[in-house]
């Protein structure tokens, strides 16, 4: 089992930054790939960012130049890096582990997600 906290959520005015932290416990950090997904008002929930095991990562297109995604295994703790934000990212952030064998997912666990809201 895991457990996914996210903190770091809020409003900010449009081109500001945020930086979203998601705090894991209760298994080995290290054997999960992680990602972030968001999920605005009457639309569905869509990946952001990912990032692997070995630290490799992806991007949503709406993501790419503008977010970061790391983590730090001594921590147990994924981030998603928010710059240059627009009212279209406004949404609820979650964050999400999944271990993976042979291209068949055996466990997958969600944070209770943070909102994050840009506006003027």
């Known amino acids: 089992q895991v457990q996914l906290v996210e903190s770091g959520g809020g409003l900010v005015q449009p081109g500001g930054s945020l930086r979203l932290s998601c705090a894991a416990s209760g298994s080995i950090f290290s054997g999960y790939a992680m990602a972030w997904y968001r999920q605005a008002p009457g639309k569905q929930r869509e990946l952001v960012a990912h990032?692997?095991?070995?630290?490799?990562?992806n991007y949503a297109d709406s993501a790419k130049g503008r977010f970061t995604i790391s983590r730090d295994n001594a921590k147990n703790t994924v981030y998603l890096q928010m710059n240059s934000l627009k009212p279209e990212d406004t949404a609820v952030y979650y964050c999400n582990a999944k271990q993976w064998s042979g291209g068949t997912i055996l466990e997958d666990y969600w944070g209770q997600g943070t909102q994050v809201t840009v506006s003027s």
């Open positions: 990032i692997t095991r070995g630290g490799t990562t």
